[in-house]
Nanobody, 120 residues
Framework: VQLVESGGGLVQPGGSLRLSCAAS????????MNWYRQAPGKEREFVAG????????AYTESVKGRCTISKDNAKNTVYLQMNSLKPEDTAVYYC??????????????WGQGTQVTVSS
């Protein structure tokens, strides 16, 4: 079982990035998928979530209107499109999967994180 994030990097304020999280060893379609981030010296915080089933999405207030979470079940991958990036978005971004069925409800997986740095 593995979650592998990619797509992070250095971007100027106002720029965009698309983070990807590829899952292996399990099927994303039966998991709630989330993105979290952790800035230096701060606690890890929820950024965005995609529920399963139903596909309902949720965002922390600071990224609403700038970020979009999506999922491609065929590729077993979840994405976080981030636009109009600000320096305060700088953090390590983590992908998180939580079981959404009676069978997998106890499963809870984290990726290794990908660094996003917003700076001029």
């Amino acid at each position: 079982v593995q979650l592998v994030e990619s797509g992070g990097g250095l971007v100027q304020p106002g720029g965009s990035l698309r983070l990807s999280c590829a899952a292996s060893g399990f099927t994303l379609s039966s998991y709630h998928m989330n993105w979290y981030r952790q800035a230096p010296g701060k606690e890890r915080e929820f950024v965005a979530g995609f529920s399963s089933p139903g596909g309902y999405t949720a965002y922390t207030e600071s990224v609403k209107g700038r970020c979009t979470i999506s999922k491609d079940n065929a590729k077993n991958t979840v994405y976080l499109q981030m636009n109009s990036l600000k320096p305060e978005d700088t953090a390590v971004y983590y992908c998180h999967a939580v079981g959404a069925t009676p069978v997998n409800r106890g499963n809870d997986y984290w990726g290794q994180g990908t660094q996003v740095t917003v700076s001029s």
